[in-house]
């Protein structure tokens, strides 16, 4: 069992930064890949970001790509989502996640969920 608990979040103008963290209870170690989510109002909740525990390579959604970059501290068992020259329409609640393989192999990675979520952490940007 992992548990997930994200900080970090806040409201920040157009351009500015933000990093968020995501303490997990567990060894990350034990989990296949870890993500970021996000889902805003109205919308449906979208991955934005995957790092693969063992070779940390990385995927991102195009919408974030270049701005956004994912990480981790494996000793830690923490996970990271640097955010920078953030945008209204970043404006969401940001969960992070811990997968086994079956979740972190498919195209995109995560797309059918993840084991275990955090609470979430509002992240607001205005323009």
């Known amino acids: 069992q992992v548990q997930l608990v994200e900080s970090g979040g806040g409201s920040v103008q157009a351009g500015g930064s933000l990093r968020l963290s995501c303490a997990a209870s567990g060894s990350i170690a034990s989990s296949y890949c870890m993500g970021w989510f996000r889902q805003a109002p109205g919308k449906e909740r979208e991955v934005v970001a995957v790092?693969?525990?063992?070779?940390?390579?990385?995927w991102y959604a195009e919408s974030v790509k270049g701005r956004f970059t994912v990480s981790q501290d494996n000793a830690k068992n923490t996970l990271y989502l640097q955010m920078n020259g953030l945008k209204p329409e970043d404006t969401a609640i940001y969960y992070c996640?811990?997968?086994?393989?079956?979740?972190?192999?498919?195209?995109?990675?995560?797309?059918?969920?993840?084991?275990?979520w955090g609470q979430g952490t509002q992240v607001t940007v205005s323009s």
């Open positions: 996640a811990a997968a086994s393989a079956s979740y972190c192999y498919t195209t995109p990675p995560l797309k059918n969920g993840a084991n275990y």
């Open positions: 790092i693969y525990t063992y070779g940390a390579s990385t």
